[in-house]
């Protein structure tokens, strides 16, 4: 079974551009969960798309925007990046929408670098 | 209230010794509290989860101990091994609330090096 897959791995980009990331959960898997890993802070909740729809967000700018796919693969846009955009993304997918029945499965991230 | 605390930052341990990593929540409403392990370069994978109605989970060498009236829990790992070096980020959510039953609430993280 091939696991969360995102792309790109890693990738640079300049102060007020914009930035598409991309996931594809594992098959079967409807719910996509983005979260952002920047250095000492932890995973902090960004998005959770469930059967196409956005389902709850983190707090976070309304830069941060994404949509899921029919699918179910997943897009997290950012624009206008500031510095503080720096971190590992990382998307999840479950099978469901009940944590303890179907916990989350981790991609292993886009490295997103602001300059 | 909506913050999980994880304590320590780092942590080193020598081999065959119990590694322990604490987390405390402030939000009675958490009911879902797993453990990931994240390797260098990879994404978090889960390791263990406990629910509130028991008060310790076992799997092999990996312990949940669970506390609800002081609202906190930890993981042990027993005969911790250099390939245990890892970090580890206790996460806390709320099952029942259907709108943010995945929401999970991480800590910040444990950086667990084990010497051979």
């Known amino acids: 079974e091939a696991g969360v897959t995102q792309s790109p791995t890693h990738l640079i980009k300049t102060r007020g551009q914009q930035v598409t990331l991309r996931c594809s959960p594992i098959s079967g898997h409807t719910s996509v969960y983005w979260y952002q890993q920047a250095l000492g802070l932890g995973l902090q909740f960004l998005l959770w798309?469930?059967?196409?729809?956005?389902?709850n967000r983190g707090n976070f700018p309304p830069r941060f925007s994404g949509r899921q796919f029919p699918n179910y693969s997943s897009e997290l846009n950012v624009n206008a990046l500031e510095l503080e955009d720096s971190a590992l993304y990382l998307c999840?997918?479950?099978?469901?929408?009940?944590?303890?029945?179907?916990?989350?499965?981790f991609g292993n991230g886009t490295r997103l670098t602001v300059t | 209230q909506q913050q999980v605390k994880q304590s320590p930052q780092s942590l080193i341990v020598q081999k065959g010794g119990i590694s322990i990593i604490n987390c405390a929540y402030e939000?009675?409403?958490?009911?879902?509290f797993p453990w990931y392990q994240q390797f260098p370069g990879k994404g978090p994978a889960l390791l263990i989860a406990i629910r509130p109605d028991v008060s310790e989970k076992k799997e092999g060498r990996f312990t949940i101990s669970f506390n609800k009236s002081a609202k906190q829990f930890s993981l042990h790992i027993m005969d911790s091994q250099p390939g245990d070096s890892a970090t580890y980020f206790c996460?806390?959510?709320?099952?029942?609330?259907?709108?943010?039953?995945?929401?999970?609430?991480f800590g910040q993280g444990t950086r667990l090096t084990i010497n051979p």
């Open positions: 996460a806390a959510s709320m099952v029942g609330n259907g709108q943010g039953a995945q929401k999970l609430v």
């Open positions: 939000n009675t409403a958490f009911d879902y």
């Open positions: 999840a997918s479950s099978l469901g929408t009940t944590t303890s029945q179907s916990p989350l499965h």
């Open positions: 798309y469930d059967e196409g729809e956005e389902r």
